[in-house]
């Protein structure tokens, strides 16, 4: 059972354009959002992360928009670069239940195009 | 310091063979999780550790799998009687704490002829 949607599964965006990719999960448990960017040959890094008790956080050129109600987070790169061409995964963990064990989505290849 | 590192890179070995995969956390970070990978897709949760106690191992897929983490330290994922299906690559992340960010180290990939 797949608890974390990722879409959509490639994206191509022009240089200085907005990339946006959408998350939706089940498991109302979960309370920790991060978001990690993957370059080819390497492991996942984190990218920024929001807990539900906000609806939107901003770190440089990069935000998470978060809907409780809906149970959907998404990430949106403002001013999209070439260097941001990897894969991104959005995940999910239950902390107040213990431990950080991280539910990922499929992932999304993104690429800019100069 | 250094960041998680792995060994070996790369595992090819044969249906039925037992492996043993390393992963070396970052200096004093308590908590070790280990993640299987496969290709187009996201990390799978494994297995995770809290100093040396096994605290999670709800992701193991069966009892060919597991792990160790004797001295809270140094971690070794063990697969015994490999199949095809095990092949993939395994990912090991460690944190400071249980509730901080994950680093993840660069992977073992393993293929099972």
């Known amino acids: 059972q797949q608890q974390v949607k990722q879409s959509p599964q490639s994206l191509i965006v022009q240089k200085g354009g907005i990339s946006i990719i959408n998350c939706a999960y089940e498991?109302?448990?979960?309370?920790?959002f991060p978001w990690y960017q993957q370059f080819p040959g390497k492991g996942p890094a984190l990218l920024i992360a929001?807990?539900?008790?906000?609806s939107e956080k901003k770190e440089g050129r990069f935000t998470i928009s978060f809907n409780k109600s809906a149970k959907q987070f998404s990430l949106h790169i403002m001013d999209s670069q070439p260097g941001d061409s990897a894969t991104y995964f959005c995940a999910a963990s239950a902390l107040t239940g213990g431990g950080n064990k991280l539910t990922f989505g499929t992932g999304t290849q993104l690429k800019v195009e100069l | 310091g250094a960041g998680v590192s792995q060994s070996p890179r790369y595992k090819v070995t044969k249906r039925g063979q037992d492996v043993a995969l390393r992963c070396d956390p970052i200096?004093?970070?308590?908590?070790l999780y280990w993640y299987r990978q496969a290709l187009g897709q996201g990390p799978e949760f494994l297995t995770y550790?809290?100093?040396?106690?096994?605290?999670?191992k709800s992701g193991l897929p069966n009892d060919r799998f597991s792990a160790e983490r004797p001295e809270g330290s140094i971690s070794t994922l063990t697969i015994q009687r490999t199949e095809q299906r095990d092949s993939a690559m395994y990912r090991c992340?460690?944190?400071?704490?249980?509730?901080?960010?994950?680093?993840f180290g660069p992977g073992t990939r393993l293929t099972v002829l």
């Open positions: 929001i807990r539900p008790d906000v």
């Open positions: 992340a460690s944190s400071f704490g249980r509730n901080n960010e994950q680093f």
């Open positions: 200096s004093g970070h308590v908590s």
């Open positions: 550790f809290n100093y040396e106690a096994q605290q999670d």
């Open positions: 498991n109302t448990a979960f309370d920790y």
